[in-house]
T-cell receptor, first 109, second 113 residues
Framework: GQQLNQSPQSMFIQEGEDVSMNCTSS?????WLWYKQDPGEGPVLLIA?????ELTSNGRLTAQFGITRKDSFLNISASIPSDVGIYFCAGQEPDKLIFGTGTRLQVFP | DAGITQSPRHKVTETGTPVTLRCHQT?????MYWYRQDPGHGLRLIHY???????DKGEVSDGYSVSRSKTEDFLLTLESATSSQTSVYFC????????????FGQGTRLTVV
């Protein structure tokens, strides 16, 4: 079945560094989403993107909807310890969301 | 926080036994979903429901069945649990199908030994 591939699979960074991660699909989506999962919790929506080429920010987070509609990028600036978690991209289909494989982020002080 | 409760939160069961996981919501949302989370695979959709008694398969539905007799409850059943079904299971709800904001429960960690 359809699955979105995320890279990198995991990242280990120092507090204060910037982070970039991406998500690719073999098919087109009209909406891309980014969720974050804190340890021991369910995922929570961070950013939603609705138009190809769109660049959207939410505080230190910036996400872009790729022009081909087959990819998306998430950047985190000036990372802090509470950024630790798993980041998932998701593509919207009728009736459901398809999630990516996830990027696990560890932030060291 | 969206009113979603999953039960049990943790369960250990033996291979071949039936298992039922419950998802209960207090938001009156129409759509409910069951996902499983495994390292390297992310979140994969098992089954979903778009109304009472209306369900459909996701990408990894083999070995699972679901039922939704009331708006607020969505049950996931493993008829005969296998070790490959050891996973963390998440329920999610949304007001509109494929809605951008799906709200997730806290997950159920299932271990099949």
């Amino acid at each position: 079945g359809q699955q979105l591939n995320q890279s990198p699979q995991s990242m280990f960074i120092q507090e204060g560094e910037d982070v970039s991660m991406n998500c690719t699909s073999s098919s087109i989506f009209n909406t891309w989403l980014w969720y974050k999962q804190d340890p021991g919790e369910g995922p929570v929506l961070l950013i939603a993107l609705y138009k190809a080429g769109e660049l959207t920010s939410n505080g230190r987070l910036t996400a872009q909807f790729g022009i081909t509609r087959k990819d998306s990028f998430l950047n985190i600036s000036a990372s802090i310890p509470s950024d630790v978690g798993i980041y998932f991209c998701a593509g919207q289909e009728p009736d459901k969301l398809i999630f990516g494989t996830g990027t696990r982020l560890q932030v060291f002080p | 926080d969206a009113g979603i409760t999953q039960s049990p939160r943790h369960k250990v069961t033996e291979t071949g036994t039936p298992v039922t996981l419950r998802c209960h919501q207090t938001e009156n949302h129409r759509y409910m979903y069951w996902y499983r989370q495994d390292p390297g695979h992310g979140l994969r959709l098992i089954h979903y429901s778009y109304g009472v008694k209306d369900t459909d398969k996701g990408e990894v539905s083999d070995g699972y069945s679901v039922s939704r007799s009331k708006t607020e409850d969505f049950l996931l059943t493993l008829e005969s649990a296998t070790s490959s079904q050891t996973s963390v299971y998440f329920c999610a709800i949304s007001e509109v199908g494929g809605d951008t904001e799906a709200f997730f429960g806290q997950g159920t960690r299932l271990t099949v030994v």
